[in-house]
């Protein structure tokens, strides 16, 4: 009977220390809530959730591979814990480990077709800007062929991103892809009809193909949208005395 008594104390004394470990949390007082939580893993290590806020702490305080590490810790006591796998998910992403963090969200919507769909796109959003992130980085040392690889594994976890088609239009350009360039513009302003960025690179893809009649439209169509805009003003200032013959 005193075990049980003392057991049933323990049980009490681990609840309230949970409780006044995610009041810290959630306000913002990770330090104490991490004290907190570590008294209770020390006393009883079976609480998934416990070990998901532990997780998101080392996150918010840059330490990723310990927030990975504390999240499987999380989904070994229980499998099926979706938040715990979508923050794995965004984890992973964040440190460049694209496809592992893809297979989390699978297995999300896979065990919750019905359910998954909302979280998981904002997981997917997530991913999708991770790769374009790299992509970028990618175009910026030259590597133009990787940034396009990149930005199509961006694309087609989130194929309705205008930006991001633009982008892979000017990596396309580079590579002298003068028509996969094209169909990235012409998605975007599909997305965005108003998009006058893309009308801008537009006509500037246009100019490099020959055909200053399309980029001189493009570029006036641009600025019919942003008469203020930098670059289309020059670009058809430039282009249409040349184009004129002058």
Known sequence: MTRVIEADNVATEVRQLIQQGTVAFEAGEYAEAERLFLEVVGRTPTYANVYNMLGLIASHRGAPEKA????????????????????????LAEMGAYEQAAQEVGKVQEREPGTAGLPGLGVRGKLANAHADLAKKYHTL?????????YDMALQLCPNFPDIYIRRAVSCRELEDYAGAKDSLLRALDLKPNYVEAHVNLGLLHWKMGNPAEAIAAWERALTLDPTHPLARIYLAQATPRAAGG
């Open 142 to 150: 030259g590597m133009y062929a990787e940034a396009v690889g990149e």
């Open 68 to 91: 990975v590490e504390l999240f499987r810790r999380a989904l070994t006591l229980n499998p099926t814990y979706s938040e715990v796998q979508l923050n794995l998910a965004i984890t």
